[in-house]
């Protein structure tokens, strides 16, 4: 029996002329922590929005437990929404906040009473039933919100950048609590953020947006390891980017030479481009290494020497090395054939994904 709890089809999204969701096409699986991945403005609040039922799609279906839902309205959905701003009622202590739905849904007062004590048992707030939502901290309050949620017994729970308002370190914790909850609780978890590290520490799963369209679907590590295009490796980490040609299968050029590596599938002598991570790069004594290029400043950050350096065609090179180097220095680069990823200008998920496959494992 398939597992897929919410689907959309071919959705899209438009006001006036502007198109703001183009062919969304997503599949979330019972009990995962998905999270939609993308810039300002690039539709995961739609998304999120087109499921809870706060809007009306233009064109396609949205489904739930295999079930079209384009026209049931919000409250008749098994979702619930936390919002950024928490949206809780000032003026209420905590057990009435989350006490709210079940008392507008006229449960039973013992029922009530037991679902609000293990909703805030679940995000460890027992004890606070009767403060008032202003002597609560940020990250109270957060959890509150989340109780209210969970309270209701949704099946899929939608998180819209709950964590933004936050501190840094307060966020970091609730990170590992919402990871935390979410694997006790079992419910699938659909969570907004455009913190590409918090979606990569967060998530079973990432749909990277933008600009209304799902650029890349997949794990953390797979869409780290192999992004699809320069969008996603610029967007998710820190990536060095050079324009290329695929020679053949596993022999890709750039900066004039020709470099093994893992890709192959592409035309010959297609165009390509080649992301190489920082950290797959360090330095060496010229002539041992592969590129050359001239160090133009070095950063101490603690486990590694952040540098910028620059090639003889005037590409910025970013590395994280182990090694330091001088500023005026001219070093080469080193770097494995694996840690070299080569990508298809405009290539679909479904060609890509289909290309890694019949080369992958051989
Ligand atoms: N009611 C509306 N009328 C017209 N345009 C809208 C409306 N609501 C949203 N948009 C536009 O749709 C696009 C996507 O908005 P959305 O809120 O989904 O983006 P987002 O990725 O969630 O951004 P953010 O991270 O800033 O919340 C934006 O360009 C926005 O201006």
């Known amino acids: 029996m398939s597992n897929v709890i919410v689907e959309l089809k071919h959705v899209y ?10 062919d969304i096409n997503i599949e979330i699986e019972q009990g995962k922590f998905y999270t939609l991945l993308g810039p300002s403005g690039s ?24 079930e079209k839902i384009n026209d049931v309205p919000a409250n008749k959905r098994r979702v619930n929404t936390v919002f950024q701003d928490y949206a809780l009622f000032p003026h209420m202590n905590v057990l009435d906040n989350v006490a709210y739905g079940l008392r507008i849904q006229k449960r039973p ?21 009767n403060r008032e939502i202003s002597e609560l901290s940020g990250g109270q309050q957060q959890r509150v919100a989340i109780a209210r949620a969970i309270v209701l017994e949704p099946e899929v729970l939608l998180l819209d950048e709950p964590l933004s308002a936050l501190d840094a370190k307060l966020r970091k ?6 990871r935390e909850l979410q694997q006790r609780l079992g419910i699938t978890f659909l969570f907004v953020t455009h913190d590409q590290e918090e979606a990569l520490a967060l998530s079973d799963e990432i749909f990277v947006m933008s600009d209304g369209e799902v650029q890349q679907s997949g794990t953390p590590v797979d869409i780290y390891d192999e992004p699809i295009n320069h969008f996603v490796a610029d967007f998710i980490g820190e990536s060095n980017i050079v324009s290329g040609h695929m020679v053949k299968d596993f022999v890709v050029e750039f900066n004039g030479k020709e470099f093994e590596c893992a890709d192959a599938g ?21 002539g041992e290494g592969k590129v050359t290029v001239d160090v133009d400043t070095q950063l101490f950050r603690g486990d590694y020497y952040e540098i910028v350096a620059y090639d003889d065609a005037k590409n910025e090179w970013l590395i994280h090395s182990v090694n330091p180097a001088k500023d005026g220095d001219r070093v080469d680069l080193t770097f494995d054939p694996e840690d070299i990823h080569v990508m298809r200008l405009n290539e679909s998920e479904e060609d890509f994904d289909a290309r890694l496959e019949s080369y992958e494992g051989e």
Do not use: H
């Not at 999204?13 to 183009?22: A, H, I, N, Q, S």
């Not at 914790?173 to 919402?178: A, V």
């Open 13 to 22: 999204k438009r006001y006036g002329d502007t198109e703001v969701l183009k």
């Open 173 to 178: 914790d609730m990170q590992y609590e919402l």
């Open 266 to 286: 592409m035309r010959p002598n297609e165009p390509v481009e080649v992301v190489l991570r920082p950290e797959d790069l360090d330095i060496t004594t010229v």
């Open 109 to 129: 007062k013992a029922e009530i009473k037991e679902r609000v004590d293990n909703a805030l048992k679940m995000v460890r707030l027992s004890g606070y039933e």
């Open 43 to 66: 539709g995961k609040t739609t998304i999120l929005r087109a499921i809870a039922g706060f809007l009306d799609v233009s064109e396609g279906e949205v489904f739930f437990n295999g």
